[in-house]
């Protein structure tokens, strides 16, 4: 009879390993780092997690690579050598790609984040109306394996990778997105691209034209000597928002200045939000009240209320 996967130990210890940043608690800080666990959670995961808690803290993981469409690692068990950990979710294809930039570069909102380095919660929706959710909306989208013994998915090898990971995506969210098939560089490159061409900006000077060429190509050691006459000047910045606009005397405008352009309503207007700003907000609820699965659980069940008709 050959021995139960209990039968091996406690695990070999590890010199260098990948610790978790965090000691005790929940793990994840970032908004998509915990979403990302509790939509593993929702799963009915919970539970199976935790076996890998204890993992990632005392640096039992290796190694662990982020491409598009999978997440290898390896993770140091009871046997001599570590146990390959492999988890697959599918990335989107190009034409899907270009339809998510094109929605994220037409509005400066999420430009300007990305561009900053950060993902706004509203991300999430953006992904979901183009048809591509941002994270697995079930369990059966992650492709997990484990080189160990133990029959369990997942096993705690593949829960300490799975904390590992929505820790490298709190130190780097845009490991998220190059699961799913874009990579940081190309992502922003887009963007800038799609971005410049909405705003129909001119092209920014040449190198040689910044060190201040000469007409025949040679350039001046003394420093910029600037354009030749006639040479049209690019309109940029503050100039370029401006450019265009009617001239305007300072003497007529002045007694209107403290007026509103249009007639303000009779009452404040009321903001209209999204059922799950709320759940934002407040962040996952204690274990004792359900943990971050139920946040999830009342996500889903606010989204299901908000599409009943009224009747």
Not at 30 to 37: E, I, T
Not at 97 to 109: P, S, V, Y
Not at 204 to 221: C, F, I, M, R, V
Request: proline share 10%; with cysteine; aromatic share 8%.
């Amino acid at each position: 009879m050959s021995p139960s996967f209990d039968d091996y130990g406690p695990p070999r210890r590890v010199e260098g390993g990948l610790r978790a940043r965090s000691t005790r608690g929940a793990i994840g800080r970032s908004w998509w780092s915990r979403r990302f666990l509790e939509v593993l959670e929702s799963f009915a995961l919970g539970s199976r997690l935790t076996r890998g808690r204890a993992y990632a803290r005392r640096g039992q993981v290796l190694r662990l690579d982020v491409s598009p469409g999978l997440v290898t690692a390896e993770v140091q068990g009871s046997r001599p050598q570590p146990y390959p950990v492999r988890i697959g979710l599918a990335a989107y294809p190009e034409g899907v790609w270009r339809r998510i930039e094109a929605e994220l570069a037409g509005q400066a909102f999420f430009s300007a984040r990305l561009l900053a380095g950060d993902l706004p919660a509203e991300l999430e929706e953006l992904f979901a109306a183009a048809g591509a959710p941002l994270f697995p909306t079930e369990v059966g989208e992650l492709a997990q394996r484990c080189g160990c013994p133990d029959f369990a998915v997942p096993c705690k090898h593949l829960a300490a990778t799975f904390y590992l990971l929505a820790e490298a995506f709190d130190a780097d969210p845009f490991q998220l997105l190059h699961w799913r098939g874009r990579a940081r560089g190309d992502l922003l490159a887009r963007l800038r691209a799609l971005r410049g061409t909405r705003s129909g900006g001119a092209a920014a000077p040449s190198a040689a034209g910044a060190h201040g060429t000469t007409s025949a190509g040679q350039t001046d050691a003394a420093g910029p000597a600037g354009p030749p006459v006639g040479t049209p000047v690019p309109v940029l910045g503050a100039a370029r928002a401006l450019a265009g606009m009617p001239a305007v005397d300072p003497a007529e405008e002045l007694d209107r200045f403290w007026l509103s352009p249009v007639a303000l309503p009779d009452r404040p207007p009321t903001l209209d939000t999204g059922p799950e700003l709320l759940l934002r907000q407040l962040g996952p609820p204690d274990p004792e009240l359900g943990g971050p699965g139920l946040a999830e659980r009342l996500r889903r069940a606010y989204r299901a209320f908000g599409e009943t008709p009224n009747g």
